[in-house]
C-alpha cells in the first residue's frame, strides 16, 4: 500500500503524474462509476437510514472517533504542545480533583507561565467549558484527549440533528458526514487541547432549538456556549433575538441559563477572589495589556512579564502596531482573516455555499448570513483570530454547504437535471479530497508525508518537533520525584515548557523557570527529596542533564 501511495509523488512513478493528475484521474473514474452504477442505490440506502434519527446519531458520533483511531499507529494520542494546551489540561485537572482554583505555590516566581494565574490562586485563566469536557474524559476514560474525541463525535452527531429542523432527512445526513470528515481525524480540534467543538456543539443546540421551538435545548445551548466562549455569546444571544423565538421558549432558556451564570460566579470567586472579575481579566490586570488589545503604543503593566510575554507582545505590537488608525487595522483584519474561513469548509463546497447566497428569498436564510457576519465583525475587534473564536457557527457553515447544495441539484437546464449531477461531483470532489490527505497519513510513509506540507486545512501531529516526549519518557523512568529547571536560550520565543499539573507538589516531575543560582536555591531547600535537573530546550535536540548546584 506505502508502494502505491508514493507514487503521488512526480518522481516515484514512470508516467511522471503528479498528486494533481491522479487526483484528476480517479474523480473521472468515480464520477462515471457514481453516475452509472452506484447513485439510485446510494440515494436509496440514504434515504432509508437518514429516517432513523438515533441512529444516525450513533454512526455518525462514532465515525469521526474510529478514523482517528485508525491513525494511531502513525499518529498517536497527540501530546500538549502549544501554552492554550497545557493551561486548559491545568483547568481539567483541577476540575476531576472537585475544585476550582488550586492554593497558590509558596514560591510562584518559578512556575510564572502563559494564560495561568499564580496570584491569589494557581489557576488557568480559561472559561470552564473545554475544561470540563477534558475532565470527563479524563476521568472516564483515564486520558482527557479521550473528552476531545467524544466532542468531535457529538459534534458531527449534533449537526446532523441541527439539519434535520432545516432540510430534508437525506440532506441533513449528508451534512452530519460532511462535518465528521471536515472536522474529524485530520482537524486540528480533535488534534489538540484548547478547544473548538464544545462550542459548536452549542451552537448546534441553539440553531437547531430554534426552528423547533424548543426552550430546553435552545437554554443548554446558550449555557454551554456563555460557559465556554463568555464573549461570543454576546453573538449567539444577539442572533437568538433576531430570530424572535416564543416568549414560552425564551423564558424557559432564560431559566436555564442561571446555573450556567452562577458556576461562572463560582470559578470567579474561586479564582480571583471577587466575584465579578473572570479570571482572563485577572491575568490581563497582572500581567499587563499587550498595545494590540488596546491599540495604544505602551502597556503599562500592573507587574513583570515573563521574557517570554514581553516577546511575545513586542512581536505582536510590531505585526498590529500603530502605523494605520484603528478602522483601518479592523478593516485590514477582516481581509486577512478570510482565508481562515476555509477551515469550516471543503474547497469544493464553497459552490453550493455561492449558490446558497445568490438564492436567498426567504428571511430565515437571510437571518443564518446576517449571523455569520455578526460572528465576523464582533470577533474582528481581536488582534488575533482562531477558529474557536467562531465555532459557535459552525453548524451554519455546513447548513449553507447542504442548502446550496440541495438548491443546485434542483437546477434544470432543456429538461435535463444537470444540478442534480453538479451537485455529486462537488459531494465527490469533497470525498475524495478527504480520502487523499486520509490515505496519505494512514500509510505513514515517511517519503510519502512530505506531501502534508500543502495541506491547507488540516492538522495532525506528526513526530516530536519540540522533542518534549523523549524528555518526558526520560523523566518517567526515573525513580523518586523530579525536578527540572528550564533554561531558555538568548532568542527563544514563545514554545514554554513550564506547565504543571494542579497539584505541583504531588507531581512526579515539577518544572520550573530557571532563574539564577542564588534564587534556585530556594526552591532546591523546598525540594529536598527531588533529583534537580537542567532543560535546555532550544539546543537541538532539547538538551537534559543534572543540574550542578
Known amino acids: 500500500m506505502p508502494q502505491l501511495l508514493r507514487s503521488f509523488l512526480p518522481l516515484h512513478n514512470p508516467i511522471g503524474f503528479s498528486a494533481t493528475d491522479f487526483v484528476e484521474l480517479v474523480l473521472t473514474l468515480g464520477i462515471v462509476l457514481f453516475t452509472w452504477l452506484w447513485r439510485p442505490r446510494v440515494a436509496t440506502l440514504v434515504e432509508n437510514l437518514a429516517q432513523r434519527t438515533w441512529l444516525c446519531m450513533l454512526l455518525l458520533a462514532a465515525l469521526p472517533v474510529a478514523l482517528r483511531l485508525a491513525l494511531q499507529a502513525h499518529n498517536p494520542i497527540p501530546t500538549p504542545a502549544v501554552s492554550d494546551d497545557f493551561s486548559y489540561l491545568l483547568l481539567a485537572d483541577t476540575l476531576r480533583h472537585i475544585r476550582l482554583a488550586n492554593p497558590a505555590h509558596p514560591l510562584p516566581q518559578f512556575f510564572e507561565t502563559f494564560f495561568v494565574l499564580q496570584e491569589p490562586t494557581y489557576s488557568s485563566i480559561f472559561p470552564l467549558g473545554q475544561g470540563l469536557v477534558l475532565a470527563l474524559g479524563w476521568i472516564v476514560f483515564g486520558h482527557p484527549w479521550a473528552g476531545v474525541a467524544v466532542s468531535i463525535g457529538a459534534l458531527s452527531a449534533m449537526c446532523y440533528w441541527m439539519l434535520l429542523a432545516w432540510v430534508p432527512a437525506e440532506w441533513a445526513l449528508l451534512g452530519g458526514l460532511l462535518t465528521a470528515l471536515q472536522f474529524g481525524p485530520l482537524n486540528q480540534w480533535m488534534n489538540s487541547y484548547w478547544g473548538g467543538a464544545v462550542s459548536a456543539v452549542a451552537g448546534c443546540l441553539v440553531f437547531g432549538a430554534l426552528p423547533r421551538h424548543d426552550g430546553v435545548l435552545l437554554g443548554l445551548g446558550l449555557a454551554l456556549q456563555l460557559l465556554t466562549r463568555p464573549f461570543e455569546s454576546i453573538f449567539l444571544f444577539l442572533s437568538v433575538l433576531l430570530f424572535r423565538p416564543r416568549l414560552r421558549a425564551s423564558i424557559t432558556a432564560a431559566v436555564i441559563l442561571i446555573p450556567a451564570l452562577g458556576l461562572i460566579l463560582l470559578q470567579n470567586r474561586a479564582v480571583t477572589g471577587s466575584w465579578t472579575t473572570l479570571p482572563y481579566m485577572a491575568s490581563r490586570y497582572q500581567y499587563g495589556v499587550p498595545t494590540t488589545f488596546t491599540f495604544q503604543p505602551n502597556p503599562v503593566p500592573h507587574r513583570p512579564m515573563t521574557r517570554e510575554q514581553e516577546l511575545d507582545y513586542e512581536i505582536q505590537s510590531k505585526v498590529h502596531g500603530p502605523e494605520t488608525d484603528s478602522f483601518g487595522r479592523f478593516v485590514y483584519r477582516l481581509y486577512e482573516r478570510l482565508p481562515f474561513y476555509r477551515f469550516f469548509l471543503f474547497p469544493a463546497l464553497l459552490i453550493p455555499v455561492l449558490v446558497y447566497v445568490a438564492a436567498i428569498r426567504d428571511s430565515r436564510s437571510a437571518w443564518v448570513v446576517i449571523t455569520i457576519l455578526m460572528f465576523a465583525l464582533g470577533t474582528n475587534v481581536y488582534p488575533y483570530f482562531y477558529t474557536h473564536y467562531i465555532a459557535a457557527i459552525t453548524c451554519l457553515f455546513i447548513l449553507m454547504s447542504v442548502a446550496g447544495l440541495l438548491t443546485l441539484s434542483q437546477f434544470v437546464v432543456r429538461r435535463k437535471p444537470v444540478g442534480r449531477d453538479a451537485a455529486t461531483i462537488v459531494v465527490i470532489l469533497c470525498f475524495t479530497h478527504f480520502l487523499f490527505w486520509y490515505g496519505i497519513h494512514l500509510s505513514g510513509d515517511e517519503t510519502l508525508l512530505t506531501a502534508t506540507d500543502y495541506e491547507a486545512g488540516d492538522a495532525i501531529n506528526y513526530g516530536d518537533p519540540d522533542g518534549r516526549i523523549a524528555i ?77 548546584r
Open 472 to 548: 518526558n519518557h526520560q523523566l518517567a523512568a526515573q525513580p523518586g520525584g523530579q525536578l527540572v529547571f528550564v533554561r531558555y536560550g538568548a532568542g527563544h520565543t514563545f514554545r514554554e515548557w513550564v506547565h504543571d499539573a494542579a497539584d505541583i507538589d504531588a507531581s512526579h516531575t515539577v518544572w520550573a523557570r530557571d532563574l539564577g543560582a542564588l534564587e534556585n536555591e530556594k526552591l532546591l531547600r523546598y525540594y529536598p527529596q527531588r533529583t534537580a535537573w537542567l532543560l535546555e530546550p532550544d539546543a537541538k535536540p532539547p538538551r537534559l542533564v543534572r543540574y550542578q
